[in-house]
Structures are given as C-alpha cells and as structure tokens.
C-alpha cells in the first residue's frame, strides 16, 4: 500500500487517547442518557451535553461524530491540525470539518479507531445517497462476524473486504500476520488509517475475492463480503455483480484452497429461497464440494419486498420515482429468479474436520435467544472434528459430563380427567445461545445419568431397563441423542472419556 505518515499516525492516537475520545470517555463526558441518543443516531443532547466545553475532547466529538464544523483557531489551540489534514481526515476551509467518520471502537481492554465513509443519515449531513465507492463504516452484519469469530492464536489471518478494517482489527489482536483485501482502493486508504489510528500493521492489498491472495494458505479467514443480490453492481461495499448469490457459493467454494490445514472460514452470506427448493439444499450444494466440515446457520428471512426496501434505505436518496424505478426493477429480478425469500446468516468452514461428521450442519437459528460467540462456534467445530475418532463403538464407551450451568425440567400437567401426565422435558443452557431442547423421557433420563462415571452404553441398558425398551434400540437412539447434546453444549464429552 500506499503508505501514510506513520509518526503523525502515532502522534494523532495519542491525542485522541489523551483526550478521553474512547467509548468510556465519551460515555464519561456525555453521560449515559446523551451517550444512548447518539447511539439513536440523535445527535441534540450529545450537543447540550457539550455545549461549555471547548477543550480537544469537545473539538473531537463535534469533528468527527456530530458531523459539526469547528472554528479554525479553536481546532488549532486543542488539536495536531497539520497531522489531522496529512492523515486526510480534516479539511481546513473557513471552518475545520471532518472528510471521513473516525469512530473510537474496541474490545472490553482496547482502544481502536475506525476510519470511514460518513454515512447517509450521520448527524450533520444531509441525507444523500452514497457514493458508488461508499466506504460502510461499522455496522450490524460487522458486529456479527466479529462476534462469531472463533479468537484463538493463529498465526496468519485473511480479512476479505476489508472495507473500514473492522475484522482486521479484531484479527490483529490474536493472528502474527493479517492481511486485508478490498477490491476498493479507497478502503484500503481508509484501512490503512484505521491500522495506524489503532496501533496495527497489516498487510494490506488490492484485488478481487482470493485473486490478491493467490496460492497462499491461512489459518482463519473472515469475510463480510457485499453480499447482496441486487440488480447490477452499484455500489461496490455491497453489490458483487454478479448474478443471484453466486457470491456467497463463489467465496465458499473458493475458501478451502486458502485455509491451512486446521484453519477454518467464516464467510456471511445472502442465498436465496427458491419457490419450491428448500433452502438447506440450495446452501448444501455451496458446501458439498468444499471437502471442509461445513456449519451454515441462518439467522434471518425477508420477503423480497422487505429485503429491497432495506438495501434502498441503507445507501440513502430519497424517496421519488427514481427510487421507485429501482425498486421496481429490483422486485422484478428476484421474481425473475423465483425467489420468495432471502435469507442472510454465516457459513463455517473448518478444514480437516470431516471425518465422521456426518455431513454438513444446516440450521436456522432466526429465533435463538442471541448470536453464539466465538468460543461458543470453536466448541462446535471442535467438537464435530472429534466425531472421526468417536465411532459407535467409542462413543457407547465413553462417559460424557454435563456442563456447569445445565438446566433440565422435567414438568408434569394435569389432563382432562385431572391424571398427571409427564411432559417433554426441557434441557438448557443457563445464558446459553441456544434454545431449550425437548427431550422425551429416555433422553432425559440419558442426561441425568450422565456424572462423568456412567458410560453411553451403561446409561441406555438402564433406561432400557426403566421404560421396558429393546436396548439395542435405545442405544441406537441414545447414539443420536448423545451426539445432538453434545454438539448443541448440553454435554461434554470429557476429554479423557475412554473412547479410544
Ligand atoms: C460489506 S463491506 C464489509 C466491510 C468490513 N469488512 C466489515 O465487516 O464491515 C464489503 C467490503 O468488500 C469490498 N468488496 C467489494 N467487492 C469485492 C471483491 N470483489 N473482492 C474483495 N472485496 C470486495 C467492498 O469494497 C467492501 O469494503
């Protein structure tokens, strides 16, 4: 890359750090009901929360987050002016403003900066459309993938769209080298600033998809892509060009000959449902070839008329036959590809995790009570690589655990002729990602066996014996069961369960 002023870089970080413009500082001088409303995109109570100050904190969040013009010789006295106009991120006219959003951002033991594109609405803007080379700043898609993201110490990671650097951001914290790519020059410039604002190197470069990352191998891949299926390629942050969501099928097929052995892909994606294709098959055949275990996860459906009034909102305009024009001819291209839906979530893939993992994971999980993390997805991929060596006769030997925090309720209701009868029971995690799961009565009787002591074999002849089953049933069934629970985190397999 180009290459900024990094001494200005360093010097400009520490002023913003000295001057409190973190996420606490800012929490600190605006108070939290100002803080909430900025959030809001409600810029008024940040502004009378601010109004007697004029040192460099007040200066800062007036630039670069109200989007207000600061007077020259007060931008001097409290800011590195020069340094502020050479990194490109002030213009210097009569009044001092911002060119591009800087936003504090971090982890709970972090300070970053990311540099962007003001967005469409942001406070002291007008509503405008974006620009075709639209730079997003960080948003709710951004947060996912970060939250996802399994975090341990690898030593090379790939960020594939960098955009305003957020993954990469993330990536620097746990991988030795990472390298961001954009087919935008203009992220990479703004990526560039973000690393340098936020006290990171990366190995940035320019290209399309895997093009600038040619025969080269990762240990962890990230990508929010510009994922959406959208007639033409209009703005490059989020329209592919390409047709339908070959997008999504491209990166997922595309990923495996970049991960190292071991290495895994998160990639977010948009597919289609197709009338009469059920989704789950459509995301299968992106997986089939990959030669990866795959865990695809949807997260959310919109109609079409839902999805295209989204993506026109989010690049901003406004409303007028233009407006109407594209989303016309937007509704038309999907019903072209018979679609009656999109749906949006994430695809893993974990590389040298096949063996005996019985096929792809394909689930929709739009009503989970929240989003797993990232410890929570490497538990998953974990534990579908150990299915290899937990074969049937391995895992009827083993002695799995329950985990802290398991919660099974067993209910009984009143019937009609006010006979108690014994309801599912219901399995949990305490503050788990996951919903409960209905157990029948085998299943729950299975859980409460299990102390770490009991094997899979033992615990099945035993509820074989209980309910008056064929045990070679009930131990095919508890195979199931088992595997389920414990790929769901309602049981561990303890890892010196003997199972070899
Ligand atoms: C949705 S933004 C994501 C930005 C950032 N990574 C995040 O998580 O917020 C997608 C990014 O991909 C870039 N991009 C678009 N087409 C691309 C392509 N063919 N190859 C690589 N990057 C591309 C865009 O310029 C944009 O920065």
């Known amino acids: 890359m180009s290459g900024i002023d990094l001494a200005a870089a360093r010097h400009v970080r520490q002023v913003l750090l000295d001057s409190g413009f973190t996420a606490d500082g800012l929490l600190g001088a605006l108070g939290p009901s100002a803080y909430a409303a900025l959030g809001r995109g409600e810029p008024v109570p940040a502004r009378r929360a601010l109004a007697e100050r004029r040192d460099a904190l007040a200066s800062l969040v007036e630039l670069f987050v109200l989007g207000a013009q600061v007077p020259v010789d007060r931008a001097r006295r409290t800011l590195p002016l020069e340094e502020l106009t050479a990194l490109g991120l002030v213009d210097v006219g009569p009044g001092v403003t911002a060119v591009v959003d800087v936003r504090p951002y971090g982890e709970s033991d972090t300070d970053w900066y990311v540099v962007s594109d003001h967005g469409p609405d942001s406070a002291g803007h007008e509503s405008a459309e974006v620009a075709v080379d639209h730079v997003l700043g960080v ?54 600033v973000t690393a340098a604002l936020s006290g990171q190197e990366w190995d940035l470069r320019e290209g399309s998809l895997f093009e600038p990352v040619a025969g080269e191998t990762f240990d962890l891949v990230v990508s929010n892509p510009p994922f959406v299926i959208s007639p033409g390629h209009r703005y490059t942050y989020r329209d592919a060009g390409l047709p339908a969501d070959d997008l999504g099928r491209l990166l997922v097929q595309q990923a495996p000959a970049h ?38 996860a949807q997260r959310e459906v919109q109609d079409p008329a839902q999805y295209v009034g989204l993506w026109l909102r989010d690049a901003g305009g406004s409303p007028g036959d233009e407006q109407d024009r594209r989303y016309e001819a937007w509704l038309d291209e999907l019903t072209d590809m018979d679609a009656e839906g999109v749906g949006f979530g ?12 019985g096929g792809p994971r394909i689930e929709d999980v739009s009503t989970f009570p929240r989003l797993p993390r990232g410890d929570e997805v490497a538990a998953l991929l974990s534990v579908r690589a150990g299915w290899g060596s937990h074969d049937a006769v391995a895992l009827l030997a083993a002695a799995p655990v329950r985990p802290p925090g398991l919660r099974l309720l067993a209910e009984d209701r009143a019937g009609d002729g006010g006979g108690l009868q014994t309801w599912p029971s219901r399995a949990s995690l305490a503050d788990g990602w996951r919903p409960e799961v209905l157990l029948d009565a085998v299943g729950a009787q299975l859980l409460r066996s299990f102390d770490g002591a009991t094997t899979v074999a033992e615990a099945a002849d035993r509820a074989a014996a209980v309910h008056s089953l064929d045990p070679d049933d009930v131990r095919a069934g508890a ?14 397999l303890a890892a010196a369960a003997p199972a070899h």
């Open 346 to 357: 994430w695809v893993v893939l974990h590389r040298g995790g096949t063996e005996g993992a």
């Open 139 to 192: 948003g709710g898609a951004s947060l996912t993938l970060a939250q996802i993201t399994p975090r341990r110490d690898v030593p090379r990671a790939l960020d594939l769209g960098t955009g305003c650097g957020v993954q990469a951001l993330h990536l620097g914290r746990h991988a030795v080298h990472v390298v961001a790519t954009d087919r935008n020059r203009r992220a990479l410039r703004l990526a560039e």
């Open 259 to 296: 991960l190292a052995e071991g290495g895994t892909a998160v990639v977010l994606a948009n597919w289609l449902h197709v009338r009469g294709q059920d989704w789950r098959d459509r995301v299968a055949e992106w997986v089939a070839p990959t030669g990866c275990d795959a865990w695809v």
């Open 479 to 492: 195979l199931i069961a088992v595997r389920g629970l414990v790929e769901d985190g309602l049981l561990l």
